[in-house]
């Protein structure tokens, strides 16, 4: 995506210094590859951010983006964990500077704020990630970033409209040693033609039955419900365990699959519009608890996503997609006529290694993979991004398409059979209530922005 609003952030030395070397750089080891981390050679030269959502992911996230610039506003539906982003300096350089809200509006309220760190529950991700865009900010959000199809629409057409750069949190996209290897092994051809993929992912929890509890005070409970039902308070579904209710998000599928499934699309060229994925068949899907025929859940105290899948798909030109849970494998296989590889956070094996046929690959490559852009760390990449222009690792145009498929497994999944997808079109073919999953009613006060 090129950067139409990039005038207001070029102007600091901060971006400028960036752009031409002049960055102090330090060595910042992460996701198994060393990376490159810039900081502003004067503090009045760093851009403000603002950051919502303070759970888990957030401390994370919030502390990589600190490298960069100043977060001087948080935000958190829980008042404590917001308060807790305030005090820790790692994250806020000038506690006495920056403040502390429940209520995100306030932190895209702000002028001076340029970039949007998001790190909420998936069902808030693209409520608040167009609403900043709508306010002229950056946004690096993370993934899955979306709960529908409907809202992988929604999302590309406010990138397109609004113009400001968007990094999703796939950091897997830029894991030269794995990720990007395994990709240009395919796309080179080096395992000739590809037959089959399989994803591995984990296995997904069980639990329950939990009990209704009384809303702490610190916690807007309304809130943080947002577009999803009205229900009575329970601690795991504020937690980070929210992801296992289908209320919120769609479980190991969206959340391990906005990985591994996008990292497969991915290597086979298959993100974006007439690609990806043709068919799903679930018809051995077993969930954390019970669904009714038309896929709903039938009871709101356990988990209800799937734990134990077998889908069988195939891709629009034809390659046999398989997606599987494993307690053993975390990663994807890729299996050609010349040969097959297996691809994780920690490793690439298969004879084309030990044969070391990746020696054919140069720096070249992966900068053109990486869409003309270095190999660094996918932070940097966005902040890079958002001085040159240019599309960020993980932009919101091909995620989206990855998410689509990982929805299109959810919901077979739910209503354990074989949909049909059309790619071009963008529709689930011939199957009315399948077709209804692709969007959700959204809670009064609560709706998706319009675009």
């Not at 970039?115 to 529950?121: A, L």
């Not at 992801?243 to 479980?251: H, I, L, M």
């Not at 699309?265 to 019970?290: C, F, I, K």
């Not at 004879?351 to 070391?356: A, L, M, T």
């Amino acid at each position: 995506m090129s950067n139409h609003n990039s005038d207001q952030c070029t102007r600091r030395s901060f971006l400028k210094a960036q752009a031409s070397g002049a960055l102090s750089l330090a060595l910042y080891s992460t996701f198994n590859s060393t990376q490159r981390v810039y900081s502003a050679d004067s503090p009045n030269d760093r851009p403000k951010i603002g950051f919502i959502g303070c759970g888990g992911m957030g401390g994370g996230d919030a502390r990589d983006l600190a490298h960069f610039g100043d977060i001087v506003a948080v935000a958190d539906v829980n008042i404590d964990k917001a308060e807790n982003f305030r005090a820790n300096k790692d994250i806020v350089s000038k506690k006495d500077e920056a403040f502390a809200t429940q209520d995100y509006r306030r932190v895209l309220d702000r002028n001076d704020i340029e970039v949007v760190g998001i790190s909420t529950p998936d069902h808030w991700h693209v409520k608040i990630a167009i609403e900043a865009l709508q306010a002229g900010k950056h946004v690096f959000c993370q993934k899955p970033l979306t709960l529908t199809i409907e809202e992988n629409k929604l999302i590309r057409r406010a990138v397109k409209k609004y113009g400001k750069v968007f990094q999703v949190g796939t950091q897997q996209r830029l894991d030269k040693d794995h990720f990007m290897l395994a990709t240009l092994m395919v796309r080179k051809g080096l395992l000739g033609r590809i037959k089959r993929v399989v994803v591995s992912l984990n296995t997904g929890p069980t639990g329950g039955p939990f009990p209704v509890a009384q809303v702490p005070q610190n916690l807007d409970w309304n809130m943080f419900l947002g577009q999803a039902p009205m229900v009575d308070y329970r601690p795991q579904r504020a937690a980070g365990t929210f992801r296992y209710f289908y209320e919120y998000s769609g479980g190991i599928l969206t959340d391990w699959g906005a990985h591994h499934v996008d990292c497969a699309l991915w290597a086979l060229d298959q993100l974006g519009n007439g690609r990806g994925l043709v068919e799903v068949d679930a018809t051995n899907v077993e969930h954390a608890s019970p669904l009714d025929a038309n896929g709903q859940p039938t009871r709101d105290d356990y988990y209800n996503t799937a734990v134990h899948f077998n889908f069988k798909a195939k891709t629009a030109d034809g390659v046999e997609f398989l997606v599987v849970d494993s307690k053993n494998e975390n990663g994807i296989l890729f299996e050609g006529e010349k040969g097959r590889i297996f691809v994780d956070r920690g490793r690439v094996t298969g004879k084309p290694i030990e044969d070391n046929l990746q020696a054919s690959l140069t720096e070249d490559d992966y900068v053109a993979l990486n869409k003309g852009k270095p190999v660094e760390w996918h932070k940097a990449n966005f902040f890079r991004c958002i001085n040159e222009g240019g599309q960020t690792a993980s932009d919101v145009d091909s995620h989206t398409y990855a998410m689509t498929a990982c929805h299109l497994l959810g919901i077979a999944a739910r209503l354990g059979r074989k949909i049909k997808w059309d790619p071009t079109a963008e529709t689930i073919v011939d199957d009315p209530v399948a077709a209804s999953f692709m969007s959700r009613e959204q809670r009064k006060g609560f709706e998706l922005p319009e675009v």
